[in-house]
């Protein structure tokens, strides 16, 4: 049933995309408007127990839910997976930016993209190259596999019913509504939900660099794991862009132009520029990725049944 789900919540959201900022992002927001109104003060523990009460409590809902559903007939119980990860997962979320932006570079129009690129990431690249915009593109849409697919995936095969996906959905969204502030007024309420989500992803990171380096080039990619990815200011992203500029035999971080500035970033990544053809190559790498997690898991439940 697990594997059912996933395919068909891959095929439905390839079909028909979500709307995630009306369905899922927007109703989220207002929760965690109302959790921050309610409990924070500031301290480290009232965001321990907000982060509690809705991220545990849903999770456990869930699986109540999945549970029950199961016991009146295993097809409520498959539609409500399907339902759940089609909300808490799916290429199409980000995707769109990437195709086009991988089409204006094709196309030599370079402002054009220059343009997609800040409406995705924030921020003005006015000056940033087509190189440039083809690597902060190729990292986004690394990292955006990881969070919307691989991760979701990792934790519902581990968890029964959907209430591993959600956890980890729910997780990522208060990490970064929460995790990312600084601000004095908000204190460190959020510290708590950035610590569960680092704990959460530390071992689905890995295991989607993993994929990477198998569906690519697993010496170079591995090597630049290795080497590269504590250079990266945050760890867990250092991984994914390494391993991916690795298996894609591309250069990947470097100093970039972004809004008048130019940041300097470690290299990341060993070979050639990036440019729209490396664009091409990550679609590639990402879906055989995909598809070499989802024949383990094929693999997996052949095991299972001979094993019975």
């Not at 994914?240 to 035999?249: D, E, K, P, V």
Request: with cysteine.
């Amino acid at each position: 049933m697990t594997l059912l789900a996933l395919i068909v919540a891959l095929l439905v959201e390839q079909i028909k995309p979500l709307p995630v900022d009306r369905f899922v992002v927007g109703p989220l927001r207002k929760v965690s408007a109302a959790m921050v109104e309610r409990f924070n003060d500031g301290h480290h523990r009232n965001g321990r127990i907000a982060w509690v009460l809705v991220i545990i409590a849903l999770t456990l809902a869930s699986a109540f839910a999945y549970f029950l559903l199961w016991h009146l007939h295993p097809v409520l119980a498959l539609l409500f997976n399907i339902s759940v990860l089609y909300l808490t997962m799916g290429f199409r979320q980000e995707s769109h930016f990437f195709t086009d932006v991988h089409l204006a570079l094709r196309m030599g129009e370079l402002d054009r993209a220059r343009q997609l690129l800040g409406e995705w990431r924030g921020g003005s690249y006015s000056d940033a190259s087509s190189s440039e915009v083809a690597r902060l593109a190729i990292e986004r849409a690394l990292i955006g596999a990881h969070r919307n697919v691989f991760g979701v995936c990792f934790w519902f095969i581990l968890l029964p019913g959907p209430s591993g996906a959600l956890l980890y959905r729910l997780a990522r969204f208060f990490a970064e509504e929460w995790g990312r502030r600084r601000d004095a007024e908000f204190g460190d309420f959020g510290a708590f939900a950035r610590r569960a989500f680092e704990w959460l992803d530390w071992l689905p990171t890995r295991v989607t660099a993993v994929a990477f380096s198998i569906a690519g080039d697993f010496e170079d990619a591995i090597f630049c794991w290795r080497t590269q990815s504590l250079q990266w200011p945050d760890h867990t992203d250092g991984i994914l862009i390494a391993s991916g500029a690795g298996a894609l035999g591309v250069r990947l971080g470097m100093p970039v132009h972004e809004s008048g500035e130019v940041l300097d970033r470690p290299e990341m990544g060993v070979g050639d520029e990036a440019d729209a053809d490396f664009m091409q190559a990550t679609v590639g790498l990402v879906w055989r990725s995909l598809l070499l997690c989802l024949l383990l898991l094929v693999l997996l439940v052949i095991a299972g049944w001979v094993g019975r």
